[in-house]
């Protein structure tokens, strides 16, 4: 089933430092590639996403980039803060009904 | 808004028993997916309902069964369980409406199998 892959595996950064998770992609269909943030036991919560129209998109601290030729798109975490430690999810789809995941990113901020 | 819920949150059963798990998606969401999560294999996507119906469903086998209820709630049923199902089950719920956007999941149904 996996068609995103997803690295590094996990990534710890300093409190301040910038945390850059890659995902790369199979499918040429896929049209829309939200990043998901998942705290202990708790469900995925959307963080951002973005369409293969454009090739950055901004929210904040965080920021994806995509390009759509290499098939790959990562998340940039900017003045990474020791709440933002949790595991991060990129996924891909062409329709909302099966939503393909990367193998997930733990991310340690230390303070 | 209330968020997806999921009943029960932790559960425990052994070998070859069934389990039925369910999920109240958020008010106006059509369409449901459910997830199994385990350490091993990440995220992965069991089925999708939407209107009652099975639009897709993942490379699981036919033990892992779901519906949908006319007012979009949904369960998902394992059969003859096995300790591989051991994992976290998530329900996911949007719109559905044909168009990509946002899934919003629930904390999942803990399930142990002994």
């Known amino acids: 089933q996996q068609q995103v892959k997803q690295s590094p595996q996990s990534l710890i950064v300093q409190k301040g430092g910038i945390s850059i998770i890659n995902c790369a992609y199979e499918?040429?269909?896929?049209?829309?590639f939200p990043w998901y943030q998942q705290f202990p036991g708790k469900g995925p919560a959307l963080l951002i996403a973005?369409?293969?129209?454009?090739s950055e998109k901004k929210e904040g601290r965080f920021t994806i980039s995509f390009n759509k030729s290499a098939k790959q798109f990562s998340l940039h975490i900017m003045d990474s803060q020791p709440g933002d430690s949790a595991t991060y999810f990129c996924?891909?789809?062409?329709?909302?009904?099966?939503?393909?995941f990367g193998a997930g990113t733990r991310l340690t901020v230390k303070p | 808004k209330a968020g997806v819920t999921q009943t029960p949150r932790y559960l425990i059963k052994t070998r070859g028993q069934q389990v039925t798990l369910s999920c109240s998606p958020i008010?106006?969401?059509?369409?449901v997916s459910w997830y199994q999560q385990t350490p091993g294999q990440g995220l992965q996507f069991l089925f999708e309902?939407?209107?009652?119906?099975?639009?897709n469903k993942g490379n699981f086998p036919g033990r892992f069964s779901g519906r949908q209820f006319s007012n979009s709630r949904s369960e998902m049923n394992v059969s003859t369980l096995e300790l591989g199902d051991s994992a976290l089950y998530l329900c996911?719920?949007?719109?559905?409406?044909?168009?990509?956007?946002?899934?919003?999941f629930g904390e999942g149904s803990r399930l142990t199998v002994l």
């Open positions: 008010s106006g969401h059509r369409s």
């Open positions: 973005i369409r293969p129209d454009v």
């Open positions: 499918n040429t269909a896929f049209d829309y």
């Open positions: 309902y939407f209107s009652e119906t099975q639009r």
């Open positions: 996924a891909a789809t062409y329709n909302n009904n099966d939503m393909r």
């Open positions: 996911a719920s949007s719109l559905g409406q044909g168009t990509t956007g946002e899934l919003f």
